[in-house]
């Protein structure tokens, strides 16, 4: 049976796993947060759960289509009917409908990562993998106080490009591609409210501000409607500039533009939350979705090398997945 070792249990990483494990490897997942899902994250803060990362996802390759129609059967996922607003560079906010079906997970984002794990994968969280090495034929995985993890015939890399990089010296191809993947940052703001804020619209895009998107996260289906909570996304520029800024002050600041351009009429605030991604979004699809170094069996996934997107996420780790089961084939004919 062949053995994988699969770092990074966000979307691409769990979809990879979940392909092999369908087809008889046997996989184990190293995490090194406590949870799975990645930036497909629900966060708890002050009693309640909220999508600090990943707000929605689109479907539009006919593979992964098929998949959310399997999630939605399973009551993992359900359509975010929103209609969204967009606000100008002036500060105007404007109605901007469309049929767009976006898809959020059940009852928070991270049902469909418990979708993916199924029962056959091996899960390892809280174990951040320092580095990794290659003997004769086999991948040994090197952790915090000494722990080694070893005898994985394939290594799959899913972690974002930044981090994946010092995974990947052994192939100057797949280290190339990691260090020239560029990764912006995000901040994002949570605004918990213990009285209706009154607001008048639940979600908008924003041009030229410092914040790029907001949502009443307690409007998304499945989720308590109270307390009404929102989440902002800084926009890249502006989260670039403040990258080291105080979690508080960026909270407090992005809190401010929301309280003048969108609810002026709400209450104060009960809380405020700021997270910090470092490694939020990537432009740029920089491979044919994964990349497989078939001599090293060493591979790579992630929204990275797909163009961003929960969606590119998934389709990297199914399509390297593929990938290292087609590249089984002629030695189990030869068996
Ligand atoms: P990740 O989810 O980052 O998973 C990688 C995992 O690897 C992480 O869990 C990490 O902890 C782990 N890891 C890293 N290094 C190691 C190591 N050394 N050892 C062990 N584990 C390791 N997409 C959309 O489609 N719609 C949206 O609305 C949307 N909004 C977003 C908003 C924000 C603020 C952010 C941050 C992202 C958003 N995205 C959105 C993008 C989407 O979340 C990602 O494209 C997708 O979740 C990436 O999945 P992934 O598996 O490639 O990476
Ligand atoms: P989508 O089709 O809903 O949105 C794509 C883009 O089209 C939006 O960013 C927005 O600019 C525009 N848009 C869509 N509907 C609109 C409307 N009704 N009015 C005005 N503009 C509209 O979803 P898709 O393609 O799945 O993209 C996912 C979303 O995830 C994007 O908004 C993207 O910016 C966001 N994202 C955020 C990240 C972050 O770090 N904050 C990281 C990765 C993705």
Redesign the pocket.
Known sequence: MLRVAVIGAGIAGLACAARLAAAGCRVDVFEKSRGTGGRLATRRDHGTGFDLG??Y??ARDPAFVAQVDAWRAAGAVARWDVQ?H?IDATGRLLP???D?P?WVGTPSMTAIAQQLLGRQIVLCTGTRIESVSRGAHRWSLHAAEHLVFDGFDVLVVAAPAPQAAPLLVASPVLHALATGAVM?S?WAVVVGYDEPSGIRLDAA?ARGQPV??LARNSGKPGRAMMPETWVL?AAPGWSEEHLEAPADAVARHLHRWFAQVVAPQAPEPAWLAAHR?RF??TGHAVVDASAYDEALQLGVCGDWCSG??V?GAWLSGHALAARILAAQLPRNFVQ
Request: a neutral charge.
């Open positions: 990943a707000q996802f689109t969204p967009v901007s409908p469309d767009t976006r912006e995000c895009f790029s998107w996304h991604w939020a979004r961003g997107r969606e």
